[in-house]
Structure formats: C-alpha cells, structure tokens
C-alpha cells in the first residue's frame, strides 16, 4: 500500500513569491491535514479537508490556503511569501475518524530567502 | 488556544536506561496520540488513547492517560539506540483537528 506522497520535497523561493503544495493520500483515505513544523513552533495544524471539504482551520493568516480535489489529492498554497514562512510542511492523510491515525507524509521543506 | 506541553525537551541516555517523558494541558481532550518523528521523516503513529486512566504497553514502551483526560505519559523500559528519535503528544479536540506537543528530543547512546 502506498503511503502519503508530497511533492516537491525542497523548493526554494524569494520574499514575495507563491509556492503551492501536493499532497497525495493514502488511496481510500478521504481526509487530509496540513501542518507546519518549524523548530521554534512544533507542530501547527493548518486546515483539514474532508471529500472536498474544509472541516476544520487553524490559526493562521489568509495567505494560506488549500484545497481538495475529488480524488482526495489535496493542494496547499502559501501567497506573498514571508522569511517566517521557512518551514516543513507536512500532510497527514486519514480515514476521516475523530480519533484516527494519521499517516504523515515525509514533508516539503520549503526555504524563503 | 489549547496548548500541549511536554517535558523534557531534550533527553540523552544511556542504552539500557529507563525513561519518561510528560505531556501536560491545562484542557480536556477527547483522544491522545503519541507519535515518533525521525530525521527526514513525517511522524508515525505509536499508540492512541482515549479513556481516562487509560494504560497501553507497546513491546518496551508504556503509554498513561490521566485521569481527566489533560496529560499524558510514555515510559520506555531499557532504551535502546532504535529508540532515538523525537516524540510527539497530540491531543484531538474531536474536531478533526490536532493539537500538537511541543516535542521531546531522545537520543539514546549505545
């Protein structure tokens, strides 16, 4: 069974710019999770998607945002990039449960220069 | 804003030492999971927790939920190098949302 796959693995971009994020999910899972890591934060829940819906968001400005696709792919995009925005963007894709597993993927590090 | 925080933030043992490592909230949660992250790698899931008082024993690791559901501990019995990683505590707020601890770096020496 294929796991989570995220691409690109590293990118780098300039204050400024847009970066948007893949994330393909487990195949039957229909919810996927996006969160940060950086050292200084942990982990940050981003948003959760559920068939095509946003479920639930987390605590962080408009300019990110994501989306689902109707084969549970989902996209994350970050706009007008900020040197804060230097992270490791994970995806975690599940059953959908309240109380499920999920299945992280090995993550976009994304640098902002 | 829940917050999840773990204690110690970093950890270096022996082999064959035991261990514990807290994870502490002011709020209630609905589930709590414990994961172990390695270096390029996204976390993988060790155990779930869900009623309070709850006790589960995965191989050498031992896994407590409190009582009221607001903290959380994992006990590792004679560490081995296998076990170096970072550990993570998320607690579900039964909204399809988690909320990660702040993280405990274990380096265990052979």
């Known amino acids: 069974k294929a796991g989570v796959t995220q691409t690109p693995r590293y990118l780098i971009k300039t204050r400024g710019q847009q970066v948007t994020l893949s994330c393909s999910p487990i195949?039957?899972?229909?919810?996927v999770s996006w969160y940060q890591q950086t050292p200084g934060q942990g982990l940050q829940f981003l948003f959760e998607y559920f068939s095509e819906t946003q479920r639930n968001k987390g605590n962080f400005p408009g300019r990110f945002s994501g989306r689902q696709f109707s084969n549970s792919r989902s996209e994350m995009n970050v706009s007008t990039l900020e040197l804060g925005d230097s992270a490791l963007y994970l995806c975690?894709?599940?059953?959908?449960?309240?109380?499920?597993?999920?299945?992280f993927g090995e993550g976009s590090r994304l640098t902002v220069l | 804003t829940q917050l999840l925080e773990q204690s110690p933030q970093f950890l270096s043992i022996q082999e064959g030492e035991n261990l514990t490592v807290y994870c502490n909230s002011s709020?209630?949660?609905?589930?709590l999971q414990w994961y172990r992250q390695e270096p390029g790698e996204g976390p993988v899931l060790l155990v779930t927790?869900?009623?309070?008082?709850e006790v589960k024993k995965l191989k050498r690791l031992t896994f407590q939920f409190g009582d009221a559901r607001k903290d959380s501990s994992l006990h590792i019995t004679a560490a081995q190098p296998g076990d170096t990683g970072l550990y993570l505590c998320a607690g579900g707020e039964g909204t399809y949302k988690y909320i990660f601890g702040t993280g405990t770096r274990l380096k265990v020496l052979a």
């Open positions: 195949s039957g899972h229909r919810s």
């Open positions: 709020s209630v949660f609905s589930s």
């Open positions: 927790v869900v009623t309070g008082g």
């Open positions: 975690a894709s599940s059953l959908g449960q309240t109380t499920g597993e999920l299945f």
